[in-house]
């Protein structure tokens, strides 16, 4: 059954550093099939970044969601700081608040190896 995702990047506590001398500038990418979505970029965010936004993802009752942290770059190429890949499986909610919005107690970490 096809729906949306909604993921709300918080935090992330880097360990690869992509710059010399400045501070990164993070973004979360979300890729489904072909599909990619992006986070807002974290300016001078370093390996400390934090995310206020909600990116909307659709996903089908299986799918793959591929997440990139990116580091956006002005002249070259973004570079890959870590990724990691999650699998999405039609559940039933725990909590659902009067507005309908799921509740959870659960926090996720990336840390690369």
């Known amino acids: 059954m096809p729906g949306n995702v909604v993921f709300k990047p918080i935090e992330a506590h880097l360990t690869h550093d ?31 970044p934090q995310w206020t936004d909600a990116v909307t993802v659709p996903v089908t009752s299986e799918s ?4 990139n942290i990116m580091d956006k ?10 990724t990691f890949t ?9 909590s659902v608040s009067a507005n309908g919005t799921l509740s959870s107690t659960r926090k996720s970490q990336l840390v690369k190896s």
């Open 18 to 48: 992509t710059e010399l001398i400045t501070k990164m500038d993070p973004y979360c990418a979300f890729i489904v099939g072909s599909q990619k979505f992006n986070s807002d970029v974290c300016k001078k965010g370093g390996k400390h």
């Open 64 to 67: 793959t969601v591929t997440v």
């Open 73 to 82: 770059d002005t002249l070259t190429k973004d570079d890959l700081i870590g």
């Open 86 to 94: 999650l699998i999405c499986k039609k559940s039933k909610p725990r």
